[in-house]
């Protein structure tokens, strides 16, 4: 038995790997409340804000097997999550006819 919350996100990540749901349960509650608190300051959705990093999760859940990280996990995790913030503002501005493309 683990005792997760003192492991590194790394190490987590690593027994995550091993299909260990609750080294997965504790990187999610590390990460759930910063995450939704940045992307709340550039969108003021509080749902979609809580589905963006739900949806993260997920698939850091279900492609845990294939996804190989180089660096921190707090570099990749929030690099992933900006990329899809950004990817949604862009389409939302899109569909609003804001953008000039």
Same mark, same amino acid.
């Given at each position: 038995?683990?005792?997760?919350? &003192?492991?590194?996100?790394? %190490?987590?990540?690593?027994?995550?790997?091993?299909?260990?749901?609750? $080294?997965?349960?504790?990187?999610?509650? *590390?990460?759930?409340?910063?995450?939704?608190?940045?992307?709340?300051?550039?969108?003021?959705?509080?749902? $979609?804000? %809580?589905?963006?990093?739900?949806?993260?999760? &997920?698939?850091?859940?279900?492609? *845990?097997?294939? &996804?190989?990280?180089?660096?921190?996990?707090?570099?990749?995790?929030? *690099? $992933?999550?900006? $990329?899809?913030?950004?990817?949604?503002?862009?389409?939302?501005?899109?569909?609003?006819?804001?953008?000039?493309?």
């Amino acid at each position: 038995m683990h005792n997760y919350f &003192i492991l590194t996100d790394e %190490e987590l990540f690593d027994l995550i790997k091993q299909d260990q749901q609750l $080294a997965f349960n504790e990187l999610y509650n *590390r990460y759930k409340k910063p995450m939704v608190g940045l992307a709340l300051k550039k969108m003021d959705d509080d749902d $979609a804000v %809580e589905d963006i990093v739900h949806d993260l999760f &997920i698939k850091l859940w279900t492609n *845990r097997e294939n &996804i190989q990280i180089n660096q921190q996990f707090k570099s990749y995790i929030y *690099r $992933a999550h900006w $990329a899809k913030i950004h990817y949604l503002l862009k389409f939302f501005m899109l569909a609003q006819g804001i953008l000039p493309f």
